[in-house]
């Protein structure tokens, strides 16, 4: 009897302890983290898209990196190569107007006037001398995103770390690192860029990339710094350091996920930045030449066909719009997820129904 | 402008709701309350409990998720939907704020005569030089030294207590007929704190105005108000005067207030364990003077001279000292946050005035410091569970699931729950984050805890069930402690001995009978005297003999 009664009670304390367990479970941070960024729905949406058009770029027209015996070479499924003129098709898409090479593509169902849904042989078009313009734009925005990840991995890094050292230890360290940022900043960014281009550009874009990354990282170091000098101050720093840790652990398991919202924030507007840099510097002359392509050399050479053939401006635009979109709000996504004080702002429409419920008499 | 017997504020039917994700939370619930001219009213409550909602609800100054309903009225004019033109002719003229922190109240980047200047030349058609003599009638008014100077300081240049003064000089630059006061003298010190309510209330008497006075600290309410009001959830717990409130008080919740607010020599004398007699010093300073390091052109300061103080083995030691004493500084340095210029401060019989890198972590297993400010004190990026681990986790004591055990363990000690280990601080409340704070102080179990102002934000009945708290666990595990604050009734309730700082110098120490009965030095004594006690009828007869004695 004392037996079964025994076990009933370890049975249950069992069960209590598991249902308890289970509440209590400890989530690390980073857990909490991406629990909390799969619940912002803009940023997942946006994370979505960013895949999907990285993955249709990448595998449409397949990977070629390297020269000569380095050169990794994946094919794509697309048919059509950047440097394949194909006069018929150009003709065959010619629109109503008799502009050549306008788009195949038709997303209008036939209930709205439109032809169906149909792809066609050149659904982006073809661009004056009758290339095929899918091709092209996603060669192009193979090109601008690897120059976005490129210079931004740098820059983060860089920046974060420079920033990092400089705001935690201070004094000579701090001096030092700073006036080094100084000399970087005051030189124009246009300028650098023109002469890493004009020295880097035909080498391809990867190592143009990277010089661009080697020079995109002080405006964030200094907004890393400034954090880092407010939260060294704070009372959570030396009770870390009373807990014991070293000072890499207090910069970046306790500093460092404190001053994350400005890293993401900075560090999003520098991979936008990047693009748009690339864009710029392509569209100069500086950075991709041809035959390669990349989206800021397309709207660049095909400026001048706007009026007829627009569609050589949108295509581009519109890749280099949505990435930039995209990365922007997966960087509010992230400052929404690693911030814990984040809350929901009251919406119009939550405020519109409390003023209808105010006006109840009370 | 009124008639004599006309309340200068007459709130009826009063009742404040905030809209939060989908609801209605009211803040306020059906008060009624009037102030006469030339009285006091005090709100007395907890945080949280409404009272500055009221506050700023009388003046239509919430944010935009609020909504009002009930009468307020100001000399019999109708505020609760009134124009904004007429509200805003109202504010600052016939109603005036002093807020809590002076500091952040006060606009940094301009000097105060030119902010008073500005309330005086917005209500009235006043010339800039005749507004600046005015504004320095003020200025001398609230006593702050040197009025023509005092006009051109910025708020940074005034000590805390000069900045409230202003304050309270901006806010009756227009003669109002109302003064709300909403926590005025919680930031300061006792004996600033002190100086403060005695302008508060000569300017009530000088200027017959109405004040609304809003407070948690009983000793202020004692001190100043005719009428008192408790709060507690948004809903009135009892309205009388202030004889009624302290004397006969009718609700449990108002008795219980009462009790919790610590009163000087209440608490019967605590010995020392008799077998934790005669053990060698936990902490030993011996002639320590600390000093901040000149940086650029401001010279080195130092902030600590010539202190010595002994700690013994479960033995609780209260450090008392107004602000900028230096007591901080000596709590910091006594773990080894801060180096020493001269004298030696020994640990656990370790000498750490010089420390290493090896000699700071092998301390470190000794010693605990709770922070001040628990909203800054935990990393606001790291659940609980893993603060309080992480002494636990960095000494190597323990891991995994023996990690998990050990901080469920902590926080069943001081008594929260253990579904609290997932969340962030600012999940918490103030009582709990410094609950949280000592559970991670105590995770290795040291022999030394420093516990620095550990309940200066608290609300009193929190601050009870702290310092109850921290008593338990002391009997238990018999640390030593050095218990820093500002409180002089705190300490009276918790420690053993007590030291007395001014200057950067220790002024006095000894058992806490003899410091708190029998003070020899009148530096002690003054702190002492201006501690306001929960009794309107003592704090009157401490009062006057304060002021005799100047």
């Not at chain 2, 000793?219 to 008192?228: E, M, P, Q, Y």
């Not at chain 2, 110098?505 to 020899?520: A, W």
Request: glycine share 10%.
């Amino acid at each position: 009897m004392d037996e079964i009664k025994k076990s009933t009670i370890s049975t249950s304390d069992k069960n209590e302890t598991g249902i308890e367990s289970k509440e209590t479970e400890g989530l690390s941070q980073r857990q909490i983290i991406v629990k909390r960024f799969i619940k912002h729905k803009a940023a997942m949406a946006s994370l979505v898209t960013l895949i999907a058009i990285i993955v249709i770029v990448y595998t449409s027209l397949g990977v070629n990196i390297g020269t000569g015996r380095f050169k990794i070479s994946i094919p794509g499924w697309w048919p059509y190569k950047i440097d394949q003129i194909d006069p018929e098709g150009a003709l065959a898409s010619s629109c109503n107007g008799g502009v050549t090479g306008c788009p195949t593509l038709d997303l209008a169902p036939p209930f709205l006037d439109g032809d169906g849904i149909r792809f066609g042989g050149h659904p982006f078009g073809t661009d004056i001398i009758g290339i095929d313009y899918f091709a092209l734009v996603m060669r192009g925005a193979q090109q601008s995103i690897m120059v976005m990840l490129i210079v931004g991995t740098l820059g983060i890094l860089i920046g974060t770390i420079v920033g990092a050292i400089a705001g935690f230890f201070g004094g000579i360290v701090d001096a030092v690192l700073m006036r080094v940022t100084d000399m970087f900043l005051v030189t124009p960014t246009i300028v650098i860029g023109a002469v890493i281009g004009f020295r880097f550009g035909n080498l391809g874009v990867a190592p143009l990339a990277i010089m661009l990354g080697l020079f995109a990282w002080m405006g964030l170091a200094r907004f890393v710094r400034t954090e880092f000098l407010t939260l060294r101050e704070r009372e959570f720093v030396d009770a870390a350091r009373v807990a014991g840790a070293s000072d890499r652990r207090i910069i970046f398991k306790h500093i460092l996920p404190n001053a994350i919202g400005i890293i993401v924030v900075v560090g999003t507007l520098l991979l936008s930045g990047a693009i748009l840099a690339e864009t710029a510097l392509s569209y100069l002359g500086f950075g991709v030449r041809a035959p390669d392509v990349s989206l800021g050399l397309l709207i660049s050479q095909y400026q001048g066909s706007f009026g007829i053939s627009p569609w050589l401006f949108w295509w581009p635009g519109t890749l280099i719009i949505s990435i930039a979109l995209c990365v922007n709000f997966i960087g509010d996504g992230l400052r929404d997820a690693f911030d814990p004080r984040q809350r929901r702002h009251i919406s119009m429409k939550e405020r519109r129904k409390a003023r209808e419920l105010s006006e109840v008499p009370s | 402008m009124s008639t004599t017997n006309q309340p200068v504020l007459q709130v009826s039917k009063f009742n404040i709701d905030f809209w939060v994700e989908g609801v209605w939370y009211p803040a306020a619930i059906d008060m009624n309350f009037d102030v006469q001219a030339g009285k006091v009213l005090a709100i007395v409550g907890e945080s949280g409990s409404g009272k500055t909602s009221i506050a700023m609800g009388l003046m239509d100054l919430l944010a935009s998720n609020a909504r009002v309903s009930g009468s307020v009225k100001v000399n019999g004019v109708e505020m609760v939907g009134a124009k904004k033109s007429l509200l805003r002719k109202t504010r600052g003229a016939d109603v005036a704020y002093i807020f809590q922190e002076p500091m952040t109240a006060l606009n940094p980047l301009y000097t105060i005569g030119f902010q008073i200047v500005e309330t005086l030349r917005t209500h009235y058609d006043m010339g800039p030089q005749e507004a600046k003599t005015r504004a320095i009638e003020l200025i001398s008014m609230v006593e702050i030294p040197n009025p023509e100077a005092s006009f051109n300081k910025y708020p940074h240049q005034l000590s805390g207590g000069q900045r409230q003064r202003a304050m309270i000089a901006q806010s009756l630059a227009c003669d109002p007929g109302l003064l709300v006061a909403d926590e005025p003298t919680t930031a300061l010190d006792v004996t600033v704190q002190a100086e403060i309510l005695d302008l508060i209330r000569n300017l009530r008497d000088k200027l017959n105005s109405a004040i609304l006075l809003i407070t948690h600290d009983m000793g202020v309410v004692a001190d100043l108000a005719d009428h008192i009001l408790v709060m507690k959830d948004g809903l009135t717990v009892e309205y009388g005067t202030s004889d009624q409130i302290f004397n006969h008080p009718q609700r449990p919740y108002t008795k219980e207030l009462l009790a919790a607010v610590p009163k000087l020599g209440s608490v019967a004398v605590r010995e020392l364990r008799p077998e934790l007699v005669g053990l060698p010093p936990v902490l030993k300073l011996q002639n320590v003077s600390i000093e901040y390091p000149k940086k650029g052109r401001v010279p080195a300061f130092r902030a600590v001279t010539d202190f010595s103080l002994e700690i013994f083995p479960g033995e609780i030691v209260g450090l008392v000292g107004e602000s900028g004493s230096g007591k901080t500084t000596v709590g910091r340095a006594a773990i080894g946050l801060l180096p020493t210029v001269e004298g030696k401060i020994e640990i656990v019989g370790r000498d750490i005035t010089k420390p290493t890198a090896q000699e700071l972590r092998e301390i470190r297993r000794f010693t605990g410091i709770v922070f001040q400010d628990p909203g800054s004190s935990l990393n606001p990026r790291l659940p609980i569970g893993e603060s309080i681990g992480e002494p636990l986790l960095l000494s190597g004591d323990a891991k995994g699931a023996e990690l998990n055990r050990r901080v469920e363990d902590l926080l069943d000690s001081v008594e929260l729950p253990r579904s609290y280990r997932n969340r962030y601080p600012h999940e918490l409340s103030g009582g709990q984050r410094q609950r949280v704070g000592i559970a991670r102080a105590l995770a290795l179990t040291p022999s030394l805890l420093i516990a620095d102002e550990p309940t200066s934000a608290l609300d009193v009945s929190v601050q009870a069930r702290f310092l109850d708290l921290l008593q338990n666990l002391q009997d238990k595990l018999k640390f030593a402690c050095l218990f820093i604050t500002h409180d002089l009734a705190v300490v009276d309730i918790l420690s053993h001995r007590i030291a007395v700082m001014q200057d950067g110098r220790l002024v006095e120490v000894g058992t806490r009978d003899q410091i708190l009965k029998n003070p020899r030095e009148e530096y002690t004594k003054r702190l002492i005297g201006a501690v306001p006690v929960p009794d309107p009828e003592a704090q009157r007869i401490r009062r006057e003999a304060r002021l005799a004695s100047k």
